[in-house]
């Protein structure tokens, strides 16, 4: 039993099945597409000849795997190493306002709708963001906590190609034995 | 690290892992009995690395501190203290044991800090 770390892509509509991707032991990659994949290349984001395009928002929540845990998890956190490794022009931006999904829109294979979020970098181990929710005694397949959306901005100065990968980090306080 | 267990240990002698017990119930550190508490360990494989001793007035703290990064392996810290309003102020000593053994000690929690960032109190642990 632990705590994973799950991508959510597809429908938000109610009666039909949100797909959940444990990312826990993998990368994600952010591309023109409402879609997990580790390395896909099929809808990469269009970089503008002006202005910024947009990756699809990727949604990300954690959620509970295993036997039912007797106790509590809270204290969410989530941060950044605080540095922009992404390269020229591409950079990362974050929103966590809900635990309602929403599914990501935008032109498949050219940019995502804006999330009009905040720069992801400047949340770090010693300012982290603070996610809201918690869980006790959480069941098998529960998720809990905020939904934290993540977006790579891409601007006119971006070079083609996968940017470098960067590392995501959440955090939280347990009492499950 | 998960292989270090806590264990509540009352003011009886009376000692009781956390977690499922051998007769299938459940004790959960929210519903350990805060009256009659007299000391805290934690145990890694079979062997006690902390113990703590608490006198009267000082409320047990206890928490696995994880950190989980997207795609790489995650660490987690244990907490264990307590804390005592004293003239109105809330004061803690908290010890932290880290995955490779080593403990550190400190004292009220400090906002933000990677690893001493305060807690979340819980229900149970409230006066």
Redesign the interface.
């Known amino acids: 039993m ?2 994973k ?1 799950y991508r959510l892509t597809g429908t938000a509509n109610e009666g039909e099945a949100t797909t959940y991707t444990d ?6 990659r952010l591309n023109a597409e409402d879609a997990h994949s580790t390395a896909g290349e099929t809808n990469p984001i269009l970089i503008p000849a002006e202005g910024t395009n947009y990756s699809y928002k990727c949604s ?1 929540q954690l959620g509970w795997d295993g036997t039912t845990g ?3 998890i ?2 969410l ?1 989530w941060y950044t190493d605080g540095a922009n490794g992404l390269g020229t022009g591409v950079g990362l931006q974050v929103v966590s306002s809900s635990d309602t999904y929403v599914q990501a829109t935008g032109t498949v294979g050219t940019s995502g709708v804006n999330i009009d979020g905040t720069h992801a970098f400047n949340y770090t ?4 963001l603070s996610v809201t929710g ?1 869980v006790t005694d959480p069941t098998d397949g529960e998720k809990f906590g905020n939904i934290v959306e993540i977006q790579t901005t891409v601007d006119s100065t971006a070079s083609a190609g996968a940017t470098n990968s960067e ?11 | 690290m998960n292989t270090i ?2 264990i509540v240990i009352y003011n009886d002698g009376e000692e009781r ?4 017990q051998a007769d299938g119930s ?1 004790l ?3 519903n350990i009995d805060r009256s009659r508490v007299s000391a805290f360990c934690l145990e890694k494989d079979g062997q006690v690395i902390l113990k703590l001793y608490l006198e009267e007035g000082q409320r047990l703290i ?11 392996d ?1 660490k987690t810290i244990h ?1 264990l203290g307590w804390q005592k309003k004293v003239g109105g102020e809330n004061l803690q000593a908290i010890c932290y044991v880290f995955e490779d053994g080593h403990i550190e000690m400190a004292g009220r929690f400090r906002e ?3 690893v001493f ?1 305060k ?2 109190l ?1 229900p149970s642990e409230c006066e």
């Open positions: 632990a705590v770390i990312i826990t032991s993998i990368n994600t990300t007797d106790g509590t809270n204290n956190k181990s010693t300012s982290p918690s590392t995501i980090t959440w955090r939280y306080d347990s009492t499950i034995a | 267990t806590p892992r956390l977690g499922k459940t959960k550190y929210e206890w928490r696995k501190r994880e950190y989980q990064p997207v795609g790489g995650i907490l933000n800090h990677p960032d807690i979340e819980l």
